[in-house]
């Protein structure tokens, strides 16, 4: 599916298989209840299908911001939501409407909400070690899966991954695919910059994207599951940026009291500075802080990926907008 399709030298994919509907989205959904959440040009809503009566989740997009059109990066967005659609633990889209100046996509709701209000919540509510297990091989499968058909999300980040339910405590969905790419056919994408805490040191220094950059973020990730704190949080975002770019990581016991040390080599296999040394999704779902556990879905585990690649017909994804580095 990827030749067939158009891709810019950005990675980015300009033709969908989706249909833009232009009938009203009120005729077809009712909006209900508050926000489910938020980005920079996009909110989300919760809404009911009409027809069917089934839950859904409305994200809003604006196709101007900043004065620029900015229609093209939905449409990639969209497509990588297609090319994802028999990835389990990616959000799935359902439908798509374009007004003048929204294009809004219906995507599967993931009730739990984001694993940010865990991360960050007292002990009680907080994730157990074994919790982190559990999630951590769910997101390195839904990642070895997009990995394994050259789309790189940039933006893995404890607000993009939710949960379908949070107590009790349910399984991850991949969300926010705004600043994705696809690995095939980019010449070198060094402009994209996702969020300051969770951007690898290769971002900041403008060399090659690669699927080892999402390898950092989920070694930020992990750290923040498992601890509550942010490595490389400063208290501006210069500090921030030169913590990342000197690697300056506490895996001291203040921050780690509990926590196997199998996890600390796990995230340190992650936090590396030179991409290369990385581990790979694959090779993380075998590192044995995660691989002494049954894997939680069946029919995907690290010998078997579903191609995203087969061909069929459509489903789709959601945006962010990109902040450059100070
Ligand atoms: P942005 O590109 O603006 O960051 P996101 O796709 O990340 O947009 O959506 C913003 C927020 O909306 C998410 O962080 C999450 O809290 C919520 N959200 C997004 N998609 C869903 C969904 N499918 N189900 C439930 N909540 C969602
Ligand atoms: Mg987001």
Redesign the pocket.
């Known amino acids: 599916m990827p030749d067939s399709r158009m891709m810019n030298k950005n990675g980015m994919v300009s033709s969908i298989q989706t249909r833009i509907r232009t009938d009203p989205f009120k005729n077809n959904y009712d909006l209900v209840g508050k926000e ?7 909110v ?1 809503k919760k809404c009911f299908e009409k027809k069917t009566g089934k839950e859904h ?1 409305a ?1 809003f997009l604006r196709k101007r911001r900043k004065g620029e059109d900015c229609r093209m990066d939905i449409i990639n967005e969209i497509a990588v939501l297609e090319s994802a659609k028999s990835n389990p633990y990616v ?1 799935s889209l359902h439908e798509v409407y374009e007004t003048t100046s929204e294009i809004i996509l219906v ?4 009730a739990g ?2 694993i940010f209000n865990q991360c960050v919540a007292d002990n009680d509510e907080a994730f157990t070690e074994q919790d982190v297990i559990r999630l951590a091989r769910q997101i390195l499968m839904g990642v070895a899966c997009l990995h394994h058909n050259n789309v790189v999300h940039l933006d893995l980040k404890p ?2 991954i ?1 949960l379908t339910s949070a107590r009790p405590l349910g399984d991850i969905r991949i ?2 695919f ?1 600043l994705s790419r696809r690995m095939d056919n980019m010449k070198e994408v060094r402009e994209i910059v996702g969020t300051p805490e969770y951007v690898a040191p290769e971002v900041l220094n403008y060399e090659p994207i690669s699927t080892a950059t999402d390898m950092w973020s989920i070694g930020v990730l992990t750290y923040v599951m498992l601890t509550g704190e942010s490595p490389f949080q400063g208290s501006n975002k210069q500090e921030t940026f030169l913590n990342i770019s000197q690697v300056n990581v506490d895996y001291t016991q203040d921050v780690f009291e509990g926590v196997s040390s199998l996890a600390i080599d796990f995230i340190k296999s992650l936090l590396d500075k030179t991409p290369r040394k990385r581990a790979t999704a694959e090779e993380c779902l075998k590192h044995p802080w995660l691989s002494g556990h049954p894997p939680p879905h069946p029919h995907l585990n690290s010998s078997h990926l579903p191609s995203l690649d087969e061909p069929e017909t459509s489903q789709s994804e ?3 907008e990109p902040e450059s580095p100070a």
Request: charged share 25%; proline share 4%; aromatic share 4%.
């Open positions: 489910l959440g938020r980005g920079k040009f996009a989300v989740a994200k959000v995507l599967e709701c993931a909400g984001e607000q993009n939710l969300v926010d705004g959601s945006d962010p």
